[in-house]
């Protein structure tokens, strides 16, 4: 092998040394679109340019057509590389499967097989002869499969990729169309080389320069595709969120005209994007809005669907410059505003429930403590209550008045004048005792024809006067059982604390001997325990104790 080194076999070199850094630098990166196609594209320049260094280096005619045969391996396949980058670019790569990409290298195959065998049908070249430059080239006299299948399909191949190129220019973002300009110019470059070359309007003819622009190629689309592209993703990742976010987003200009509208605002008002752009916002209740600061409620009726939106308006501002026009995000709110009117009707539906339970337990304690006949306290309340009356007292350093009234021969009543009508008389004790008494004391019934009333601040003294007027006054009512007139008596016994006790027990006890004493006695009549103070009968005295609530 003799191999003379020239200017240009160095170039081809250079292109070879080049392709091939790219080609590495592509690879290292193939997970950016298009960079594991670009570095395929410079494996084939690689060889391209290679091959036609060696060929332009040897100065045998057998090895320079050896290496030319060699360099068909490259210039068959970089066109078809070229198109596969360019629909990669395009997002189209999806499309394109293992099958449909191996017939793609169907005719540079054939070609190949052609081109190693041209010395038995001459087809792909017929004839060489050495340029007339001098510069160690050869030029040669394609064949008709030349021109049919490596020219024809090679241009097939660039002008398809060229195109799907300039399709990007629709495709991405229109500010950033100047890169995508970028790659159409690296992508005219070997078309214009080729073109010289197959014109053989070169100045050094025979010398192919292809390989050479595919090599520019290859470097304005390293950097477009290495550098500048990763300069795309931001603005795509922020037009894809504005397409995606779950929030309407609606840009208007100063006169209210929709300038952008996002899916999901287009979704709330229930038309397309594309339909509302460059029309006049004409939802009023977003128009009263749309100038004021802040975050604002809003409703949108649509035919059939309500939305609650919390709409907030911001001006559109560059680098602190307002620009005119305001962009309003809306949130869908509603599902918030039911769930939320939901948990309020819930909460008023448990509140009247809570209510309703606590009057009920109002109702039940005071049942609890009251006697259904009278309307009196019971027993119990007593019981509950007598303790705290003796305590206060105790502290008050007061007398209390413990009086147990029973009534005379009330089985009588009943047996003579029925049930009812002794039903008739424990009422109207049970009236007259409310009706006399004072707040402060209290009155029950203790059951059957027994009653108790608790004077406090009352001492023996006073608490039999008070009794001996509620007997007096009872004693004078008149019961009417159809056109029979009767009346009643009762009689009572009285305890007093301190001097009888200071337990409920124990007044009972007492209350209870006292009136004993008084049935024994003749009835009608109000004993005090041990009866100390008989003398305490005239009525005068009493009327001056009298409480009595009467009119
Ligand atoms: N109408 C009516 N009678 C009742 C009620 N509770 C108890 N009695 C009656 O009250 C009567 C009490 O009778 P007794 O204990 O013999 O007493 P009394 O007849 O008043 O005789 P003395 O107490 O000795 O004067 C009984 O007949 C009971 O049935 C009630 O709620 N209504």
């Known amino acids: 092998m003799s191999f003379v080194f020239t200017t240009i076999s160095a170039t081809a070199g250079l292109a070879a040394l080049s392709a091939a850094t790219i080609g590495i630098l592509a690879w290292e990166r193939r997970q950016v679109t298009g960079a594991r196609w670009l570095a395929w594209l410079m494996l084939a320049v690689t060889i391209w340019a290679g091959s036609a260094m060696l060929e332009l280096s040897s100065s045998m005619l057998r090895e320079k057509i050896f290496w030319s045969k060699l360099e068909y391996l490259g210039t068959l396949s970089a066109p078809v590389l070229f198109f596969l980058l360019a629909a990669d670019y395009n997002q189209l790569d999806k499309a394109l499967r293992l099958r449909s990409i191996a017939m793609l290298f169907l005719i540079p195959l054939l070609s190949l097989a052609l081109a190693i065998s041209n010395e038995r049908h001459g087809l792909i070249w017929s004839s060489y002869q050495p340029s007339p430059s001098g510069y160690n080239l050869l030029i040669f006299n394609h064949g008709p499969l030349f021109w049919l299948l490596v020219a024809g399909y090679s241009y097939l191949m660039m002008l398809l990729g060229s195109l799907l190129l300039l399709r990007t220019l629709h495709f991405y973002p229109p500010h950033y169309r100047g890169q995508s300009l970028i790659l159409m110019l690296g992508a005219i470059v070997p078309w214009a080389g080729n073109l010289l070359y197959l014109s053989g309007n070169i100045p050094l003819r025979g010398l192919d320069p292809t390989p050479l622009c595919f090599a520019i190629t290859g470097m304005v689309f390293a950097f477009d595709l290495l550098y500048l592209r990763m300069l795309y993703v931001v603005p795509i990742a922020r037009g894809n969120a504005f397409n995606a976010m ?17 899916p999901a605002a287009a979704n709330l008002f229930g038309k397309p994007a594309a339909v509302l752009c460059g029309q006049p916002l004409q939802i009023a209740a977003l128009l009263a809005v749309a100038d004021q600061d802040g975050a ?32 309003l995000v809306l949130r869908d709110i509603s599902r918030q505003r039911r769930a939320e009117e939901a948990l309020h009707q819930a909460y008023m539906q448990l509140k009247n429930r809570i209510d309703e339970i606590e009057t009920l337990q109002d109702t039940l304690r005071e049942q609890a403590l009251h006697d259904p006949l009278t309307g009196l306290y019971n027993r119990r309340y007593l019981e509950e209550t007598l303790s705290r009356e003796i305590s206060r007292a105790e502290r008050e350093q007061q007398p209390l008045t413990f009086a147990l009234i029973d009534l005379d021969n009330f089985k009588g009543v009943n047996d003579r004048y029925g049930h009812m009508a002794g039903d008739q008389v424990l009422c109207a004790l049970a009236d007259l005792l409310r009706r006399h008494c004072r707040q402060a004391d209290i009155v029950c019934r203790l059951g059957g024809e027994e009653f108790i009333v608790v004077l406090p601040a009352a001492d023996q003294r006073n608490g039999w006067m008070r009794l001996e007027m509620l007997r007096r006054r009872f004693s004078d009512l008149r019961y009417r059982v159809e056109a029979v007139e009767f009346s009643s008596t009762f009689s009572c016994g009285i305890a007093c604390y301190p001097s009888d006790g200071n337990s409920f027990a124990k007044l009972y006890q007492l209350a209870d001997m006292a009136l004993y004493e008084a049935k024994a006695h003749g009835k009608n009549q109000v004993r005090l325990h041990g009866n100390p103070l008989q003398e305490l009968t005239d009525i005068p005295l009493l009327q001056a104790h009298m409480v009595s609530k009467e009119p």
């Open 296 to 327: 604002h409620q809003v409703e949108l009726n649509g035919p059939g669907s309500r939305a609650i939106l919390e709409v907030r308006a911001f001006p559109i501002r560059e680098s602190g410059v307002t620009l005119g026009g305001r962009m």
């Open 246 to 262: 779950g929030d309407g987003i609606v840009v208007i200009d100063p006169n209210k005209t929709v300038l952008d509208i996002n």
